[in-house]
């Protein structure tokens, strides 16, 4: 193997052993495709930019990374999985993802999809709890669950943030929601905000007779920091651990996992930071290849957006397609999004979480696209209600309720004056 080209082989077949990633090309104009495609496969596995004997080692041949078809753009890599460690996202990422997307060989690079094979999949954990195991902590089976960040989302003192999640909590919804900047801040410290939250969650449960719940953001400087903020919140009585999975990076998430595990804490997952990587559609990291990295390593809650309801950048396809992706046993190929087919070999399914600009207004269109056995992350659209918080927790409970028995939100409203006020209101102000 002398050259770049060398890396491309239109006749391969790959096998069940063969981790497959599909990429976009962009070739710049002073080169030849084949020049930049080999490039891709040659630099994410064993090859370099200058040739030498040792590439010819039988070994070295055994783990290298071939093209194996091209349309347009488009173009599939076979790696060997022998190529890579496994259990280890970071090491998996490095080669496939790595040094690739700074080369000169390419004017931009798109990584949408990575099927990964049998072996791989199993040397992962997967979730501990997933879909199933968090519908059975709040025994509810049949509806979404709601959630709400406190807003503002930093700056509030710790007794605002409890008085804000006793509001959402009372009119309805089922977990109140750090956002992913507020971890430890002076004017809010954690343990503070863990403790009075939670002494507030029992209360709360008592009188609703609804169980209720809060997740806690334990991104932190240092993993050692995050245990013992994991620690703390198993010592208080909650049930959940957040972490920012892209800021705290892979090698966090797989330890954060394995010590949630150990204490029986199920772990939210948000995607803070994704856009920066995989929002321009010709050059970066997919948010496909996100959430099947963050299903693999075991959260069992990650934001997948609302379809293109809302705030949020995110096609109904994509979205819809992220939805299957962390849900489903059997993935699909699809052609259209140059995402491949994956097999999840019995690794639980993650709950959605859409989120991103909700309010009672659009909930309907949401659920019509993703179903109702998802989770609803409604932040704005609930304190922006001109009744307040625990206004908004109401009208948004009733608007799901509605939902979920056939009821004309209009219809609904009449019984529900949270709901009437929300439906003028955001009826006139509308989201963008």
Known sequence: MAGYEDFIDMNYKPDSHDVIASFRVKVPKWSSAKRAWGAVAAESSVGTWSPMAAMNYKN????????????????????????FEEG???????????????????????????QFTKKIVKSFPGPKFGKKGIRSIFKVYDRPLMLSVAKPKVGLTTSQHVEVGRQIWEGGLDLLKDDENLSNQAFNPFEKRVRESLKVRDRIEKQTGEKKSYLINITGPTLKEMEKRAKFIKEQGGEYAMIDIITTGWAAVSSVREICGDLGLALHAHRAMHGAMTRVPTHGFSMNCVAKCARLLGVDQLHIGTANVGKLVGSKEEVMHLNSQIVDEKIEANEKLHTLPQEWFGTKPVFPVSSGGLHPLLVDKVMDKLGTDIMLQIGGGIHGHPGGSYAGARAMREAVEAYMEGID????????????????????????
């Open 60 to 83: 070295v041949k055994a783990v290298a990374a071939k093209v194996y078809e091209a349309k347009g753009e488009w173009i599939k890599i076979a790696y060997p999985e022998e190529h």
């Open 88 to 114: 280890n996202m970071s090491q998996i990422l490095a080669s496939i993802a790595g040094n690739v997307f700074g080369m000169k060989a390419v004017d931009a690079l798109r990584l949408e999809d990575m």
């Open 409 to 432: 939100l209009a219809v609904a409203a009449k019984k529900c004056p949270e709901l009437m006020e929300a439906l003028k209101y955001w009826g006139r102000k509308g989201t963008r």
